[in-house]
Structures are given as structure tokens and as C-alpha cells.
């Protein structure tokens, strides 16, 4: 069974994947090399690229050639632009990514074709840590506290704002569902967060062939509970999401009972699932109150303010 900080790694090594793969016209240029035999002048991707003015061409082409994904041959007659065989198996992501696409985010707003649909759902995934939250609201397999989730599944050096921020833009692209009361939130992943199991793979699989590996030691997670210790160790998250029971059949509710604590932490008469729920909720607001009063989409209450002319100013 992976620990969470190799599911960390391969959270991050996905992340870097699409960070390559995910700016705006880098498939449909993929693409126009494929439909060449994988090699085309310069003069002529700009030719058959009239959307895209010459320097975005030039920086689109100097990010790709970075990302391993081209390599520029500079002749007397100009640039030759040809496909590496990382560039060229990057495509075989369109299928999965495309079919997720098209079933949970629509038509896309800028472009047509295969093309469009497959820089539509990498556009969506291509923020910072968006990879690993999905993976850890999968791994934890309920609904979670956010600071639960922070504690067993995430780096170390990510600050409960940002987690909340991109929890309220996975909220907003679809992938989260948020339940619960202001400062007693928890969020577990929609049926179209769930789907992104097929996709992530496809990606993952491409970013194990070409990407060199996190450096070790270099993702670590934080553990401030018994339960997020006990949390730790949850099974490949890809797996995790193939077998979660569906959305609708599962409770939501903050105050559901959570899963049962494993035999090894737990001890014989040990507290009742309604007092271990009760616990979980008190130890989480305890460790993101302020934070989830920031972000709770509900203005933080604010001092009475100062009136200095009051009778009792004036009386003085």
C-alpha cells in the first residue's frame, strides 16, 4: 500500500504533466504536427495557425520545446519544428480526457473539435495543487473537513487559505460538493470529480514515461492528529475512486458518523460513533476556525465602531 507521500509524488508528477501540456493551444499544435508526419516548418504552422499571431507561435513553440515535447532544427531556408516522442504520445490523452469533457463540461467556449475539448478539461486542472486535492478527497473516500484532508494528503507548505481557495473553484468548476453549515463545511468530490479517475490515469501514465519522478524527500505532508496519522496510509487513490460508492447513496451531512477508526488506534470500549463525529467536528474547527471563517462565503463579523462624539466622550 503507498504511503500519502508517494501518492503526493505521483499527485505532483501528474500536476507537472498537465502544467506542460495544459496552456492554451499547446494540443492544437500537437496536433498540427501529428497531422504532418510530425514535422512542419515554422512559416507553415504559422500558415495554418491564423488565430495565434507570431509571437504567441514563438512563445507557445520556446514553452513546448521545454517541455520536451518539440525540438527546433534552425536551417538556412528557417525553423524546422518537429515532435519528440513524448509530443507525439501526449495524444493518446484524448480519448479519456475528451470523453470527460464532453459528459461533464459541455461545449467548449474556444475552439471546435477533438482539440478544444481536450485543452477545456486541462485548462480546469491546471492550477497549483488541483491534482492533489482531487486525489485526497478521493483517498479519504467520505466527506472531509478541509483541515482533515490538509493534515493526511497534502504538502506540508500549503496554507489552509489556499486550500480553501481552490476548494471554492473546484466548487465552482464542478468537481466539489460543499455540505454543512458556516465553519463546519465538508467537501467530497461530484460524480464529475469522480470521472476524472479515467483521465488522471491516462495523464499519469504519460508523465511515468517522460517526467523524471519528484525528487525524494522533497513532498511532505503534515500529521497533527491521531486520526490523521491513522489517515495516512489511504489505498491508490485511483483505485479509491473505481470503487466509491456513488454520490447520491452516500451522506453528506456533517454530522454522518465517519468511518471507523482502524483496529489498531481504536481501544475495546472505545468512544461511540456519534461521540467520535462529535470529536472529529470539535477537533477540526478547532484547527481551521479562522481560516473557514475567511473563506466561509459569509462576511467576518467586525468591531462596533468607534463614535467619538458619544455622550460619554462628550462628558470627558
Not at 73 to 94: C, D, M, N, P, W
Not at 144 to 173: C, F, H, V
Not at 185 to 201: F, H, I, N, R, V
Amino acid at each position: 500500500m503507498p504511503t500519502a507521500p508517494s501518492t503526493l509524488a505521483q499527485a505532483q508528477r501528474i500536476q507537472n504533466a498537465v502544467s506542460i501540456l495544459g496552456p492554451q493551444d499547446t494540443v492544437s499544435l500537437l496536433r498540427l504536427l501529428k497531422s504532418a508526419d510530425g514535422t512542419l516548418p515554422k512559416p507553415e504552422i504559422e500558415a495554418k495557425s491564423l488565430w495565434m499571431s507570431e509571437s504567441q507561435i514563438d512563445t507557445r513553440l520556446e514553452t513546448m520545446e521545454e517541455g520536451g515535447l518539440i525540438t527546433r532544427k534552425r536551417e538556412a531556408g528557417g525553423t524546422l519544428v518537429s515532435l519528440t516522442r513524448a509530443g507525439r504520445e501526449a495524444l493518446f490523452i484524448q480519448i479519456p480526457v475528451t470523453r470527460w469533457s464532453s459528459a461533464h463540461q459541455g461545449v467548449p467556449e474556444n475552439g471546435t473539435g477533438l482539440g478544444a475539448y481536450t485543452e477545456q478539461a486541462l485548462a480546469t486542472l491546471n492550477r497549483a495543487n488541483t491534482v492533489a486535492t482531487v486525489m485526497a478527497l478521493a483517498s479519504y473516500g467520505e466527506p472531509a473537513y478541509p483541515s482533515e484532508i490538509l493534515d493526511t494528503a497534502l504538502p506540508a507548505d500549503m496554507n489552509p487559505g489556499n486550500l480553501y481557495q481552490r476548494l471554492a473553484q473546484l466548487e465552482k468548476d464542478g468537481l466539489v460538493e460543499r455540505t454543512g453549515e458556516p465553519r463546519h463545511y465538508m467537501y467530497e468530490l461530484t460524480t464529475a470529480g469522480k470521472a476524472l479517475s479515467e483521465p488522471l490515469q491516462a495523464i499519469s501514465r504519460w508523465a511515468q514515461r517522460h517526467l523524471p519522478a519528484p525528487a525524494r524527500g522533497s513532498v511532505t505532508i503534515r500529521r497533527t492528529s491521531v486520526r490523521s496519522a491513522a489517515a495516512a496510509d489511504p489505498a491508490p487513490w485511483l483505485a479509491a475512486v473505481a470503487t466509491a460508492p456513488a454520490l447520491s447513496a452516500r451522506t453528506a451531512a456533517p454530522s454522518a458518523a465517519p468511518r471507523p477508526l482502524p483496529a489498531a488506534v481504536q481501544s475495546p470500549g472505545g468512544p461511540s460513533p456519534s461521540e467520535q463525529a462529535s470529536a472529529r467536528a470539535k477537533s477540526a474547527t478547532l484547527r481551521s476556525a479562522t481560516t473557514a471563517l475567511a473563506f466561509s462565503h459569509q462576511s467576518a463579523p467586525q468591531p462596533a465602531p468607534l463614535v467619538s462624539n458619544s455622550p460619554a466622550a462628550q462628558r470627558r
